[in-house]
């Protein structure tokens, strides 16, 4: 919300900014910004336009001499309705600059160099168009700045207003605050003005038209709008239109009721239908885009033709245009989930869906209207013709008790009743008092207090914050870090300990990133409105919004990466804890003569790492995966349970987010891998000397699997301490869809040395049990 500081002083007195803004900030409407809308405008001034004549070389453009009472200039304009005599905006080329921050340069035209601009009101920041130049109704001082003669150095505040407080979106609303947290006197403007009844015809068929209200005026004149009225919309980020359509826009930037204006010669039935739409009908908007409404909307109709969306957005056909005499003023009330559902189903946000969705006071529907007429016919001519206003369901205030206990608690201390009574009765509510509690009704357009803790809250912030005793209520409690907590935080020290940044990223996701995966993961639930299509899903993996994170770094020039998160990912009736890791570029890229390029079995070693630590021990099963390179991918098994995948992403992958380095990623369980985690015990190791043996063999490729020739290994003898893989070779030698392993068995005992045959006879047995698998022995050392 946009709040000119020049437009409050209307309602209630202003001094200090800074003051004003700090005041607002703490008693619930922050202030985000103070901005001055027109500080870019630099170097314009009056000027006197003291010649005119045609230039020689173009026949729709005039050269001008322009005095600024020091010197005179050479300007060519196109506009030819500039005279001599005229008093204008000039900018001098290299001095001066527009609204936009945009400076003014010396060009030659047609062989005429021109020494500066003369300025039109869009430059000015005052008019969405402008057709021509900007004059002055009267001579002017020269050489005086524009910024000055025209009062453009406004201050704005931008606010932050809470969804629960509609009645903050205008300007009388935050005077409204201001008067009572300041203690000033509240000014609303006089709309005392009689409107006949009549001559109007309305019907409301939807229930959730809360309140209808139009008058018609005939013989209006649409033109421009007065500069005071230009300059204050343009304060506020609102470019003037003309003055009928600026008129609906002041109102409501000044009640925060929105309004709308019907050329009444446009409705053929000259009468007023609302309804809901049925689904299919199409709409043309004042934005000249065509809608198809889903069903369900409330439209402006006189039976037949759509008029207007309720509460977003009004009918191109229905429109004001220059031609228009009779117009039909709209002030109503719809309801808010309704508009809200409209605004988002159809992708359309307006200043007036804004304010009908979070809620509009029904009855503030005829002051309203008659702010409107009164300013119409102020500056737009015209006369009364009638007015019809339905109302089917009086929306009655809330009364609310609140006991004098109940607040005393609440504050810490027990307030002063006057204090009391003056802060609710500013803030417009009618209080009375018994001896133990208040009785307070509040009015409609406070639509968010309902209950006592409303009350008390309204209270303590005009009271201020910062003036409440602080008080210890309760001792103080430290909190203990439980073993889920400890597991995540050692997930993460061990992992930033490899070289990985923890990202934090959207929790939706791309379906075309999805589609790539094909199978690997499951259908996650869509987003009825999601921001962008990209994030339309939500993540049925932590990998998506990494691999996309990655991809950004490379294309910035961070060829080596390695990203991780940890976060919920969403199935279509689950959400899991799952961890995720990426890498891309060399094993060490900090080292300039380390040239290796990162490898699976380099990017695997990080996942046994993080299993070693936590005494875990993790197979893998070589299979295809969806998204992933064939024989350079797999899952992840613990304790007979699959709770993951590792390998290397394809292509397809690769050339979706642009990238030309391999990628390695990995995912798994989080929970599974936590309620793996066991209790160990210290147990001493031998002291008695090992023995090693290799052995090598030849194994098919897809038969068997590296962890079940491990595990034959370990359980074929009481005396095998450990057994690790030591090499592996696909080269000369090799039989055709083989591989050759080589693995190291350990042989020890806790209670005396091996002898020789008993190591032997160990070693024997295993060599025949790996034969009867059919696997070929090779060498033996």
């Known amino acids: 919300m946009k709040l000119s500081i020049e437009w409050l002083k209307d309602y209630v007195d202003v001094d200090d900014i800074q003051e004003l803004s700090e005041d607002l900030t703490m008693s619930g409407s922050e202030v985000e910004e103070i901005e001055k809308p027109f500080e870019s405008i630099k170097g314009v001034i009056s000027a006197k336009v003291i010649d005119v004549k045609p230039h020689p070389n173009a026949d729709n453009l005039n050269i001008c001499s322009v005095n600024d009472g020091s010197n005179v200039y050479t300007v060519i304009t196109s506009d030819k309705s500039v005279k001599r005599n005229d008093f204008v905006a000039f900018g001098l080329a290299d001095n001066a600059s527009d609204v936009n921050g945009k400076m003014v340069r010396s060009v030659d035209i047609r062989g005429i160099k021109t020494d500066g601009m003369l300025f039109s009101l869009e430059e000015l920041g005052l008019e969405s168009h402008s057709n021509y130049v900007f004059k002055f109704e009267k001579p002017v001082e020269l050489g005086k700045d524009i910024v000055e003669i025209l009062d453009l150095d406004q201050t704005v505040f931008e606010i932050e207003i809470t969804p629960n407080r509609p009645d903050c979106l205008s300007h009388i609303g935050l005077a409204r605050e201001v008067a009572t947290v300041r203690r000033k006197k509240l000014r609303v403007p006089e709309v005392e003005i009689d409107i006949p009844k009549g001559n109007v015809s309305i019907s409301i068929e939807s229930k959730e038209c809360i309140r209808y209200l139009a008058v018609k005026i005939d013989g209006i004149t649409v033109e421009d709008s007065p500069l005071w009225l230009k300059r204050r919309l343009a304060s506020v980020g609102i470019r003037a239109i003309n003055n009928i359509a600026d008129i609906t826009n002041y109102v409501m930037m000044e009640t925060g009721h929105p309004v709308h204006a019907f050329d009444f010669d446009k409705i053929p039935s000259s009468k007023i239908i609302v309804k ?113 206003d339905l109302y089917p369901k009086i929306v009655k205030p809330v009364v609310v008790k609140l006991s004098n206990k109940k607040l005393s608690s609440y504050m810490s201390f027990t307030p002063d009743p006057q204090e009391v009574f003056d802060v609710f009765n500013m803030l417009e509510m ?45 001792p103080f409690i430290r909190g203990n870090k439980n073993k889920w907590w400890d597991f995540k935080n050692k997930m993460r020290f061990l992992l930033t300990s490899l070289g990985y940044f923890e990202n934090v990223n959207y929790a939706f996701s791309d379906p075309k990133v999805k589609a790539l995966f094909g199978n690997s993961f499951k259908e996650s639930p869509e987003l009825l ?72 079995l380099n990017f695997k070693g990080d996942l046994e790492t993080i299993a070693n630590y936590f005494h875990l021990d993790l197979n893998f099963t070589n299979e295809k995966i969806d998204g992933f390179m064939n ?103 090799v039989p055709v869809g083989s591989y050759s392993i080589t693995i190291r068995i350990t042989y020890g005992s806790m209670d005396r040395t091996l002898s020789e045959d008993e190591i032997d006879g160990a070693f024997s047995k295993l060599m025949e049990l790996i034969e009867k698998t059919g696997i070929i022995l090779r060498k033996v050392r």
């Open 276 to 388: 809901n739409a049925k689904g299919g009908e199409e709409f043309v908007a004042l934005n000249s885009k065509t809608y198809t409404l889903k069903g369900g909307e409330i439209l402006i109709t006189d039976g037949d033709q759509i008029l207007a969306l309720a509460g977003v957005i009004g009918g191109k056909d229905s429109g004001i245009s220059q031609s228009t005499k009779n117009i039909l003023i709209e002030v109503a009330t719809f309801d808010p989930v309704r508009t809200r559902k409209t605004s988002k189903g159809l992708n359309l946000s307006t200043d007036a869906s804004y304010r009908f969705e979070r809620g509009v006071d029904p009855n503030d529907t005829l002051y309203v209207a008659k702010r409107i007429v009164r300013m119409i016919l102020s500056l737009s001519g015209g006369k009364i013709s009638g007015m019809e």
């Open 631 to 733: 024989g350079q991918c797999g899952k992840i098994i613990l304790n007979g349970e699959e709770i993951g995948l590792i390998g290397e992403l394809t292509e397809d992958i690769r050339d979706f987010f642009d990238i030309d380095l391999a990628i390695y990623a990995c995912e798994f369980d989080l929970e599974k891998m936590f309620k793996a985690i066991r209790t160990f015990e210290y147990k001493p190791s031998s002291q008695y000397p090992v023995s090693f043996k290799d052995l090598s063999m030849f194994v098919q490729k897809g038969k068997f699997q590296a962890s079940e020739i491990i595990k034959l290994a370990q359980n074929s003898s009481e005396y095998v301490k450990d057994v690790k893989v030591i090499d592996l070779y696909t080269g000369k030698g």
């Open 529 to 600: 409105n999601p921001v962008s299509p990209e994030l339309s899903i939500m993540r049925p993996s932590l990998l998506f919004n990494l691999i996309d994170a990655l991809a950004y770094n490379v294309k910035h020039q961070e060829s080596d990466v390695k990203f991780f998160e940890i976060g919920k990912v969403f199935e279509a009736d689950n959400e899991l804890e799952k961890i995720s890791f990426v890498s891309t570029g060399k094993i060490e890229p900090l080292d300039y003569t380390d040239k290796r390029m990162g490898s699976l």
């Open 430 to 474: 009618k209080v009375s008092k018994d001896q133990t509690s208040w009785v307070v009704e509040v009015p409609t357009f406070r639509q968010d207090i309902s209950q006592d803790v409303d009350l008390i809250e309204e209270f303590a912030r005009i009271h201020g914050f910062n003036n409440i005793s602080s008080i210890m209520s309760m």
